[in-house]
Structure formats: C-alpha cells, structure tokens
C-alpha cells in the first residue's frame, strides 16, 4: 500500500507529464517499457503469492494451466481509433 502510494506520488510530482501527443512507435516503445521494468518481477512475485494463497485456503496451488491475468495491448494496432496508424506503424512496431 505504502510503497504504490509513494510511486504513485512520485510520478504525479514529476515533469515526466507527456506535453506533445506522442507517435504510435514511442507509445508502443513506453508501453514495452511498463512490461520491461515494473511487470516482468512484479506478475510472478503476485502469481507465486496467489499460489501460496491458493494452497492455504483452499487446500490447493493454482493448475499449471491457469492464466489468472492476461495481457493485451492496441499500441501500434489502434487503426480503428486513430488516422495516423497505418500497416506499416504496426509493423514497425512488432519488429522494434
């Protein structure tokens, strides 16, 4: 609680504030670096908790098989909302 208080303070406070509306390729760049730096320890750490959590009340861990979160994403692909994404921004995107 406390510390995603603080993060989030932190970036409230910060000039990071996009002040031009950014390209499909940094909005896509942006988002891999979401997944790059906060997701990739963060989603096993909960899914290893949630398993702990599972076996404890429930007497069992989670199946292999479940997939508890999922992700998806439009950055790169968003051609129904927005002109300036066309086949190539996509591919761009995906090969970067």
């Known amino acids: 609680g406390r510390k995603l208080y603080s993060e989030i303070a932190s970036i409230w406070l910060s000039d990071e ?3 031009t509306k950014p390209t499909p390729e940094t909005e896509a760049e942006k988002g891999t670096l979401v997944v790059e730096t906060v997701l990739w320890d963060t989603v096993p750490q909960y899914l290893r908790k949630l398993d702990a959590t599972a076996k404890t009340f ?3 861990g989670l199946p292999l098989e479940s997939a508890p979160i999922k ?3 439009w950055m790169g692909g968003d051609r129904d909302g927005n002109p300036n994404v066309k086949p190539n921004t996509t591919r761009v995107v995906c090969l970067r």
């Open 17 to 19: 504030v996009a002040r």
């Open 71 to 73: 992700f998806a994403s």
């Open 58 to 60: 429930l007497g069992k």
